[in-house]
């Protein structure tokens, strides 16, 4: 996986206190992410965790409530030509016009993009067998995916933005969608944001993690790095939060033993961990679940900034 | 834009002028034995010398064959006409993106959505105004001879002569326009901006229409009885064209034949207006509405 510099070069995307309000509901509030240049990010989140709200503030479809976005240090003002053209998209269940031909669907995304590049669209068709002369509707839905993502990325953006792009594909074309995105992003230097809720298809693609439940970022950085800091413990049923070392994730009391996945680093677990006590790296599944279950009502107070694990006990811990 | 507006309208574009060849032919073989009848009955010639007077006989066998089809069948048919053009072009504009989800890809391209509507309606608009240009010419020259017997002023030929044809298609195209954008389903979107179409469009015809300017009266003499125009010649007034409102003893009330074209841009202009509210109501809301989800 790749290394990112946290500091240095400008981040492919930043969002600065981001908040959407439909009516008197916040859809998504207070979101401050980073994703660095080249990361292939995944955002993970339950259905209604305001994903698509942000993705929809990212791209330009719909304008903020409050705070802002910036994609590769320039400002974007939702629905302006410049903001659409540096953000490719492929919207949740790639919506594509269903009785064009491939060839329209591409004449399409030229008449409607100026820095659009047809011979790289023509080339993904031939190499992934589509042909140009069939309709829409006539595609496989891994085709259509693939003709989604095509026209993302014919478009010519520094940022492409992926919305459930693989939730309605089959496990194979699943594979070979991400294999897809993962080979392009290598070839030509592309930031990938992929939203997705279903959390295996992603491990092994994506270097960079954003959770988000509720409307608020739970935890964002670099995949590694947040694997690093969480720690999954067993100890004795009694022993409570308090006496662990660092910030409880997810508990799961069983008879004698309880599992808890905590938020620590190496000198806090060295330093409070007893005899007896058992303790092992969390899996990505295991990292996402664990934050995916605890209560939605959490304030971005508990979202530490990447790699800044907070050693200690705390006694916010959450039990479940 | 363009060829992205003619390829997805571009179905209803082949309708449309299906529809002008239906009416072209069936308004061919009707106006060739109307023709050939008006002709035959030296009713030009009459018309001429005595605005029809000399020959009661000949226009009243004229109207008894052609009256109730021209008049009255085909009026009634072509009432709807426009609305119907108008609402199946306008309702699926927007509301079809929505339905299908299609938004999210129209609307992410490198184009602001305010300008791909804005492009969008300006073509359509064209294409409707061609398509309303292209009726009137032929539904005028259908009507010809029976218009030299009834003038251009009664509603069977005013309604489909002039520009308020093609202000009817785009009033209707207007109204479902705004409604597939707020009601979001195309086939709900045209009964939504039909009815109030229709509402305003007979309360114009038969409230408003009459007053437009204030009328003109003058006395006449009817001991021989007075017409109103359709089927009876002379009208009360003498001369044909004139739109007679009302006959009190020997007092006419009327709007004289010249006033046509001003009565045409009138309500014309009516329903001009209503579409630019509209369509001008649609960009607005597209732009600034926040979220198409739900």
Same mark, same amino acid.
């Not at chain 1, 070839?187 to 930031?191: E, G, P």
């Not at chain 2, 390829?7 to 069936?26: D, E, F």
């Not at chain 2, 308004?27 to 009955?41: C, K, L, P, Q």
């Not at chain 2, 209707?172 to 707020?182: C, E, K, M, P």
């Given at each position: 996986m790749t290394?990112?510099?946290?500091?240095?070069?400008? %981040?492919?995307?930043?969002?600065?206190?981001?908040?959407?309000? #439909?009516?008197?509901?916040?859809?998504?509030? $207070?979101?401050?992410?980073?994703?660095?240049?080249?990361a292939v990010a995944a955002?993970?989140?339950?259905?209604?965790?305001?994903?698509?709200?942000?993705?929809?503030?990212?791209?330009?479809?719909?304008?903020?409530?409050?705070?802002?976005?910036?994609?590769?240090?320039?400002?974007?003002?939702?629905?302006?030509?410049?903001?659409?053209?540096?953000?490719?998209?492929?919207?949740?269940?790639?919506?594509?016009?269903?009785?064009?031909?491939?060839?329209?669907?591409?004449?399409?995304?030229?008449?409607?993009?100026?820095?659009?590049?047809?011979?790289?669209?023509?080339?993904?068709?031939?190499?992934?067998?589509?042909?140009?002369?069939?309709?829409?509707?006539?595609?496989? =839905?891994?085709?259509?995916?693939?003709?989604?993502?095509?026209?993302?990325?014919?478009?010519?953006?520094?940022?492409?933005?992926l919305?459930?792009p693989v939730?309605?594909?089959?496990?194979?074309?699943r594979l070979e969608f991400m294999r897809d995105v993962m080979a392009t992003a290598a070839?030509?230097?592309?930031?990938f944001?992929i939203?997705s809720?279903v959390v295996s298809e992603l491990e092994r693609f994506c270097d960079w993690l954003?959770?988000?439940?509720?409307?608020?970022?739970?935890?964002?950085?670099?995949a $590694?790095?947040?694997?690093?800091?969480?720690?999954?413990?067993?100890?004795?049923?009694?022993?409570?939060?308090? &006496?662990?070392?660092?910030?409880?994730?997810?508990?799961?009391?069983?008879?004698?033993?309880?599992?808890?996945?905590?938020?620590?680093?190496?000198?806090?677990?060295? *330093?409070?961990?007893?005899?007896?006590?058992?303790?092992?790296?969390?899996?990505f599944?295991?990292?996402?679940?664990?934050?995916?279950?605890?209560?939605?009502?959490?304030?971005?107070?508990?979202? %530490?900034? %990447?790699?800044?694990?907070?050693?200690?006990?705390?006694?916010?811990?959450?039990?479940? | 834009?363009?060829?992205?507006?003619?390829?997805?309208?571009?179905?209803?574009?082949?309708?449309? +002028?299906?529809?002008?060849?239906?009416?072209?032919?069936?308004? *061919?073989?009707?106006?060739?034995?109307?023709?050939?009848?008006?002709?035959?009955?030296?009713?030009?010639?009459?018309?001429?010398?005595?605005?029809?007077?000399?020959?009661?006989?000949?226009?009243?066998?004229?109207?008894?064959?052609?009256?109730?089809?021209?008049?009255?069948?085909?009026?009634?048919?072509? +009432?709807?006409?426009?609305?119907?053009?108008?609402?199946?072009?306008?309702?699926?504009?927007?509301?079809? &993106?929505?339905?299908?989800?299609?938004?999210?890809?129209?609307?992410?391209?490198?184009?602001?959505?305010?300008?791909?509507?804005?492009?969008?309606?300006?073509?359509?608009? =064209?294409?409707?105004?061609?398509?309303?240009?292209?009726?009137?010419?032929?539904?005028?020259? #259908?009507?010809?001879?029976?218009?030299?017997?009834?003038?251009?002023?009664?509603?069977?030929? #005013?309604?489909?002569?002039?520009?308020?044809?093609?202000?009817?298609?785009?009033?209707?195209? =207007?109204?479902?326009?705004?409604?597939?954008?707020?009601?979001?389903?195309?086939?709900?979107?045209?009964?939504?901006?039909?009815?109030?179409?229709?509402?305003?469009?007979?309360?114009?015809?038969?409230?408003?229409?009459?007053?437009?300017?204030?009328?003109?009266?003058?006395?006449?003499?009817?001991?021989?009885?007075?017409?109103?125009?359709?089927?009876?010649?002379?009208?009360?007034?003498?001369?044909?064209?004139?739109?007679?409102?009302?006959?009190?003893?020997?007092?006419?009330?009327?709007?004289?034949?010249?006033?046509?074209?001003?009565?045409?841009?009138?309500?014309?202009?009516?329903?001009?207006?209503?579409?630019?509210?509209?369509?001008?109501?649609?960009?607005?809301?597209?732009?600034?509405?926040?979220?198409?989800?739900?």
């Open positions: 290394q990112h510099d946290a500091g240095g070069s400008v %981040p492919a995307l930043r969002t600065d206190r981001l908040g959407r309000r #439909y009516g008197k509901v916040w859809g998504l509030r $207070d979101c401050t992410l980073e994703v660095p240049a080249g955002l993970v989140g339950p259905n209604g965790a305001g994903k698509t709200t942000l993705l929809e503030m990212i791209i330009g479809l719909l304008e903020p409530t409050e705070g802002q976005v910036s994609v590769f240090g320039q400002a974007s003002r939702a629905g302006t030509a410049e903001a659409l053209a540096r953000v490719g998209y492929v919207a949740q269940d790639h919506p594509l016009y269903r009785d064009f031909t491939v060839a329209e669907m591409l004449h399409f995304g030229r008449a409607m993009n100026p820095s659009w590049d047809q011979g790289l669209a023509q080339a993904r068709m031939d190499a992934l067998g589509i042909p140009l002369n069939r309709k829409i509707r006539r595609l496989s =839905g891994g085709q259509q995916a693939q003709v989604s993502l095509t026209m993302a990325l014919a478009k010519h953006a520094p940022l492409l933005v919305d459930e939730s309605s594909l089959d496990p194979v074309a070839d030509h230097a592309l930031t944001l939203s809720h954003i959770i988000l439940t509720g409307g608020h970022v739970q935890l964002a950085g670099p $590694d790095d947040l694997l690093a800091a969480h720690r999954l413990l067993t100890v004795p049923r009694a022993t409570p939060d308090a &006496e662990l070392p660092g910030r409880t994730i997810h508990r799961t009391d069983s008879d004698r033993h309880s599992t808890v996945l905590v938020r620590t680093d190496p000198v806090a677990l060295a *330093v409070h961990s007893r005899s007896g006590w058992q303790d092992g790296p969390v899996s599944e295991q990292l996402v679940m664990a934050y995916l279950q605890r209560p939605s009502t959490a304030t971005t107070s508990d979202n %530490p900034g %990447p790699a800044a694990a907070r050693p200690g006990p705390s006694t916010k811990a959450v039990t479940r | 834009m363009i060829w992205v507006s003619w390829r997805q309208h571009r179905g209803q574009a082949i309708a449309c +002028l299906g529809l002008l060849v239906a009416l072209t032919v069936y308004a *061919v073989i009707e106006s060739t034995s109307m023709r050939s009848a008006f002709s035959h009955d030296g009713l030009a010639a009459c018309l001429a010398r005595s605005q029809g007077t000399a020959c009661p006989t000949g226009v009243q066998a004229f109207m008894n064959e052609f009256g109730s089809a021209i008049n009255i069948a085909f009026w009634s048919v072509a +009432l709807i006409v426009p609305g119907v053009i108008g609402v199946l072009v306008g309702a699926p504009l927007i509301a079809r &993106e929505l339905e299908f989800g299609t938004w999210r890809l129209a609307w992410s391209q490198s184009v602001p959505r305010a300008r791909w509507l804005a492009v969008k309606l300006a073509l359509v608009t =064209g294409g409707l105004i061609v398509l309303g240009a292209a009726m009137t010419a032929v539904i005028t020259w #259908y009507r010809a001879p029976m218009d030299q017997l009834t003038g251009h002023f009664q509603h069977n030929a #005013y309604d489909y002569e002039g520009l308020v044809l093609t202000a009817y298609i785009l009033g209707a195209f =207007g109204f479902a326009v705004l409604a597939g954008l707020l009601i979001r389903r195309s086939i709900s979107a045209m009964v939504a901006a039909f009815i109030p179409w229709l509402a305003i469009r007979l309360v114009v015809e038969f409230v408003f229409r009459d007053h437009f300017l204030a009328p003109l009266t003058t006395t006449v003499n009817c001991t021989q009885g007075c017409g109103y125009g359709v089927g009876f010649v002379p009208q009360a007034t003498g001369r044909v064209g004139d739109l007679v409102l009302s006959i009190n003893r020997n007092i006419v009330t009327y709007q004289p034949a010249d006033r046509f074209w001003t009565f045409q841009f009138i309500e014309a202009g009516i329903f001009v207006a209503l579409t630019a509210a509209a369509l001008g109501a649609t960009i607005w809301l597209l732009h600034q509405r926040a979220t198409w989800t739900n």
